[in-house]
Every structure is written in structure tokens, then in C-alpha cells.
């Protein structure tokens, strides 16, 4: 089965920590640039952080900058976020994409696979 799966959201207090993973299946990621974008009720969807396809080269939102860290295992076929210093407001659906690319893009056009996202909660 073709697909990205992410996992890792849930409830947390503001200020904590989460680690999202997303992984593929049927399909290798090496190579190609991958993609954290989130969605919260009623707002647009939001590219928080893009990775190139070799991983040396990091891209953030300024919302999330120096609380949230990219990185991706190519031999595991993942991508993680590790998201520290939560907010309220970076509550949100968190989807994974990978692009057709190994330079990272903000058009969804250029991303083929998309997982079904996972929700973080920020709430005390």
C-alpha cells in the first residue's frame, strides 16, 4: 500500500514537547524533499517546515523557529518534527508530504504523496 502515515500528536500542556513521525510505505523517500504543513479550524493551511532530500538544507515558519527541528531517516523511510516549547495556537492537523523534488517547494502541486494527518492539542 502507497501511502504516509504520521503519528505521534496529541494532548499536551503548553510549553511541553511532542515528536511527530511520518512514514512511507510502498514507496522510498530518499532523494526527494519532504514537507510539515498544518491546518487549524477555520484558517489556512500553513507550510511549517520543509527538509531537502538529502536533509542538509532546513526551512521553518517564523512562528516556529528555534522550537521546532526537522530531520528525516532515509534508511527508515521517516520524517519527524520535534516540536518543544508548544503553544496554544500551534494547535492544528499536521500533515507530511513528499515531493516530487529534491528541492523543497511551497506548491502542493509539486508534493505526490500527502498523509492523512495527525492532530496536536495545545491546551492547559
Known amino acids: 500500500q502507497v501511502q504516509l502515515v504520521e503519528s505521534g500528536g496529541g494532548l499536551v500542556q503548553p510549553g511541553g514537547s511532542l515528536r511527530l513521525s511520518c512514514t512511507a510505505s510502498g514507496f522510498g523517500i530518499s532523494g526527494a524533499a519532504m514537507a510539515w504543513v498544518r491546518q487549524a479550524p477555520g484558517k489556512e493551511l500553513e507550510w511549517v517546515s520543509v527538509i531537502n532530500g538529502g536533509g542538509s538544507s532546513t526551512t521553518y515558519v517564523d512562528s516556529v523557529k528555534g522550537r521546532f527541528t526537522v530531520s528525516r531517516d532515509n534508511a527508515k523511510n521517516t520524517l519527524f518534527l520535534q516540536m518543544n516549547s508548544l503553544l496554544p495556537e500551534d494547535t492544528a492537523v499536521y500533515h507530511c508530504?513528499?515531493?516530487?523534488?529534491?528541492?523543497?517547494?511551497?506548491?502542493?502541486?509539486?508534493?505526490?504523496?500527502w498523509g492523512q494527518g495527525t492532530q496536536v492539542t495545545v491546551s492547559s
Open positions: 508530504g513528499k515531493s516530487r523534488y529534491y528541492i523543497p517547494t511551497y506548491d502542493r502541486r509539486d508534493y505526490e504523496y
